[in-house]
């Protein structure tokens, strides 16, 4: 969408969208420009264009769907026709795709055989060989966690095999995980419910598996959706959560499904029936941290293991969790998603400076490991943070090396736990303000990744910041410096 040159907008016949909602409520990075100009006054009339919204969302999120519902909205006030109307996909969301796509298809097949008298082929014919329904069964090659003895996490380096894949990738790319549930935590489900584990039910509509099989592969046992709960129980409280999506919005967080079941014990006529409240089980996304130069038929993943209590119950994360405990030499259910919008430079002589705290290092050690394997004299910057230096310093020995070795010209670290005050990646950019703006100036690419709730936002500030200080703007143009940077391409960010 950030490509797509709006000048035309008014000639376009038909205009489909398809976007997710990012933060609290806000467009996606990519979506950002086009919606914040068709929201303005400057938007402009659009009486001959024929559209349609596919909104991508989570239900567990308060403004679900948010950005695809303004776009929805904006373009009808605007003056264009709905050729189909807007679907609000859950992250369950093959089947409402699906049925988007074929009202589409329907109405342009009408409309094309009206106007060319003739059948109209509406198939895609691009093969995909991996991917969500057919991902490859790769054998896990290492698996270590890279924080020390004493640290509050556990992030772990997961060497993968491609070998016999014919599977390729680029840095920047994501890979997708397969997760399986915790068999623990199944059986604890089903001992709740009183089901038999062995009882065969019903997967995609035709295989018949026995629950427990179900459960650990094809279900979303933790997330709390309202999703096929209503008159489940005679427990009042329970249908008055139900009526109130704030109020169970509020229950569910912190909580997963046995909590509710403990709490309500709603009752299910049949393992079937239970299963058809859950939403499937969704692949997990991780940016890949190898360069596919600097290992041949392997990919790499950084994984930052989610582990918690609430509720005097321990939790863990569905995928990182199931990661962390696959061993070596198990196989491990992979696709790969890619992220053209997150590229290296195609100029192997521009600099690149790197914000990549935490679990954020991922693409960046792909960048360096794939930079010196091309042999690029591009400069690299990294700003790397975590809690502390002598626990949570990620590839700390690849880095000084690469530091030593001149492949990493600058490697800036932020600990925050290591001194009375929190000192965080934007504080080192803020440090390093008139180098980094210079960096800038001649022509540097600015990547970020990592956490999106805080972190990004943080950064974001510190950017602009040192835009207006040492580029001696005020506040308006130093925004739209760093606007002219995102729509040049120059500041990408794979946040999360
Ligand atoms: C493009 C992209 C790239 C990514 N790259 C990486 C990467 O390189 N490395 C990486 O580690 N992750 C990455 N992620 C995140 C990753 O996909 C998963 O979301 C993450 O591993 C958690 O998944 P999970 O299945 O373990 O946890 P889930 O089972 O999905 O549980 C996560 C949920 O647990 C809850 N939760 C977590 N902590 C707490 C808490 N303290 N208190 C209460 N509730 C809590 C929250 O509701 C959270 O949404 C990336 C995501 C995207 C979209």
Not at 49 to 54: E, I
Not at 253 to 267: A, C, H, K, T, V
Request: net charge negative; glycine share 6%; aromatic share 10%.
């Amino acid at each position: 969408m950030a490509e797509y040159d709006r000048s035309h907008l008014p000639e376009e016949k038909r205009l489909l969208i398809m976007t997710s909602t990012y933060g609290d409520g806000d467009p996606p990075d990519n979506a950002m420009d086009f919606h914040g100009w068709l929201s303005s006054e400057d938007a402009p009339k659009l009486d001959s264009l024929q559209y349609s919204v596919l909104a991508l969302g989570d239900t567990n999120y308060p403004d679900f769907c948010k950005c695809g519902i303004e776009f929805d909205e904006r373009l009808s006030s605007l003056g264009a026709s709905r050729i189909a109307e807007r679907f609000d996909c859950d992250v369950d969301f093959d089947e409402p795709f699906q049925q988007w796509l074929d009202s589409i298809k329907q109405t342009f097949a009408t409309s094309e055989q009206e106007t060319k008298g003739g059948p109209v082929k509406t198939e895609s014919s691009e093969k995909n060989v991996y991917n969500k329904k057919n991902p490859f069964s790769a054998k896990v090659l290492k698996n270590v966690n890279l924080n020390g003895p004493d640290s509050a996490k556990e992030t772990r380096h997961v060497e993968i095999s491609l070998n016999d894949s014919g599977l390729e990738y680029s840095p920047g790319d994501a890979l997708a995980v397969v997760p399986e549930n915790d068999p623990g935590r199944v059986n604890e489900l089903i001992a709740a419910l009183g089901f038999e584990p062995g009882a065969e039910v019903l997967v995609d509509g035709d295989e018949s598996i026995p629950l427990q099989d179900a459960l650990l592969t094809a279900h979303d046992i933790s997330k709390l959706s309202l999703k096929g709960l209503s008159n489940r129980s005679d427990d009042e409280c329970l249908s008055d959560l139900v009526s109130d999506r704030a109020a169970f919005i509020e229950y569910a967080s912190g909580r997963e499904l046995i909590d509710l079941l403990e709490d309500f014990n709603p009752s299910f006529d049949s393992p079937s029936d239970f299963l058809s409240i859950l939403p499937k089980l969704a692949p997990r996304l991780y940016s890949i941290s190898s360069s596919p130069r600097a290992h041949r038929n392997e990919v790499h993943i950084t994984v930052g293991v989610v582990r918690y209590e609430t509720c005097d119950r321990a939790r863990k994360g569905v995928c990182s969790s199931y990661l962390a405990e696959r061993p070596e030499n198990e196989s491990l259910r992979i696709f790969f998603h890619s992220t053209n919008s997150f590229r290296l430079p195609e100029n192997g002589d521009a600099p690149i400076i790197m914000v990549g705290p935490g679990t954020g290092i991922a693409p960046f050690r792909a960048f360096i490991e794939e930079r010196k394997a091309r042999g690029e004299r591009g400069e690299n910057w990294l700003f790397f943070g975590d809690q502390t230096a002598q626990s949570d310093f990620l590839y700390q020995d690849e880095l000084e090396d690469y530091f030593r070795e001149g492949a990493l010209n600058r490697l800036d670290t932020a600990f925050s736990r290591d001194q009375s005050e929190k000192i965080y990646v934007q504080d080192r950019m803020l440090e390093n303000g008139a180098e980094l703006f210079e960096w800038l100036e001649r022509g540097a690419y600015f990547y970020v990744c990592g956490d999106a709730s805080r972190m990004a936002k943080d950064v974001d500030a510190a950017l602009h910041e040192i835009v207006e200080a040492h580029g001696k703007m005020d506040t308006d143009s130093a925004c739209a410096y760093v606007k002219s940077l995102k729509s040049s391409k120059r500041y990408l960010r794979d946040v999360y």
